[in-house]
């Protein structure tokens, strides 16, 4: 059996920004010292004249030149370590709106996408990317879509909120053409690029404004009948657990039905859907309700957040609480078919 971590993390340096064009070099971000709230001193991006904490979610029981990808054969035998054949990189800065100029979001997206290009031909099989798109300016993101997948990206990512727009939003309907006919999942984590909702949240805790736009979007997904609009594509919605489905799926049911509608029995199947789940999770109750050929599990490996668990695969696997076909399903079927790797 292989074991795949369905969510793990890249932390993000200056030398992810060395693969900026000369034309774009104005828009490259820059580490600056500040204060915070409570007077002390941190390190800052500075992006398109914001500042964004830069060590504000940071897993110090991961090796730094491991996280921020400065030593890839440090993460790789951090990976045997901890029992894990393959990870799923996601990133970090890209989990918050950055600009609303078209032209910056090409220049972050683009360098971003070939340092991970770089990290992926480095890692001997074994580190897969789901690719930062500019989604501001569709027509280009459609290209950097092909250009990444034929470099080792395994999915598209997308925050559960878009810039003023929901993800059922007809805008995106070329995107989810051209991912279906590329065989790309849309995965959508924890993270929202609304600037409206992460400001208005900003004092709060991360659920609100990140966890929350996932289980929306779900919700809208299916409300909208997104997925039948496009019948291969599949859908992730990652690093939020699972508990929430079937809140969600009683939601629906019962809005389907005021439309003269029935909700799909096996909604997760029908309609391609895969939930990252995490170990203290019900899973025994989750699987009334979620398929077990539809469950994923990652470690959120690089940050110290509430989905953060860098043993879970290997907790996971040690559990018997609904079976080790079930088990063996979560770490290895389930997201090689989800991210086809």
């Not at 001193?41 to 090796?63: A, C, F, M, Q």
């Not at 949240?201 to 996932?214: M, N, R, S, W, Y």
Request: aromatic residues 10%; proline residues 4%.
């Amino acid at each position: 059996m292989v074991t795949i971590d369905a969510d793990a993390h890249v932390l993000e340096t200056d030398r992810t920004w060395d693969y900026m064009e000369a034309s774009e070099c104005e828009f490259r971000p820059q580490i600056v010292s500040g204060s915070r709230p409570d007077g002390t001193r941190d390190d800052y991006w500075l992006i398109d004249g914001r500042l964004h904490l830069k060590s504000s979610n940071v897993g110090k029981e991961t090796p730094k030149a491991a996280r921020e990808m400065e030593d890839i054969e440090a993460r790789l035998r951090h990976m045997d370590a901890l029992g894990v054949d393959i990870q799923v990189l996601y990133p970090t800065v890209f989990l918050r709106p950055m600009t609303h100029r078209p032209e910056v979001e090409l220049a972050l997206c683009r360098s971003y996408n070939r340092w991970l290009t770089d990290i992926f031909q480095k890692g001997k099989g074994r580190l897969r990317w789901v690719a930062v798109l500019p989604l501001l300016s569709l027509d280009k993101a459609l290209v950097e879509m092909k250009v990444a997948k034929a470099n080792g990206a395994c999915g598209v990512f997308m925050c559960g909120l878009g810039d003023e727009r929901c993800l059922s939003d007809p805008y995106f309907f070329p995107l989810y053409r051209d991912a279906s006919d590329l065989d790309l999942p849309i995965c959508v984590h924890s993270g929202t690029s609304h600037f409206g909702i992460h400001d208005f949240f900003d004092q709060e805790p991360g659920f609100c404004k990140f966890k929350l736009a996932v289980v929306g979007a779900f919700h809208s997904i299916v409300f909208n009948g997104i997925p039948e609009l496009f019948p291969r594509l599949r859908w992730g919605f990652i690093e939020v657990s699972a508990q929430w489905v079937p809140y969600v799926v009683h939601d629906l049911a019962r809005r389907f039905q005021r439309r003269g509608k029935a909700l799909p029995k096996d909604l997760l199947r029908d309609y391609r859907l895969y939930v990252a789940c995490q170990t203290d999770d019900d899973l025994a109750y989750i699987l009334q309700y979620a398929n077990q050929d539809h469950l994923l599990i990652g470690s959120d490996y690089g940050h110290a957040d509430t989905s953060s668990e860098i043993e879970a695969l290997r907790r996971l696997r040690d559990q018997d609480k609904v079976g080790a076909d079930v088990i063996r399903k979560i770490l290895d079927d389930n997201a090689r078919a989800f991210y086809r790797v």
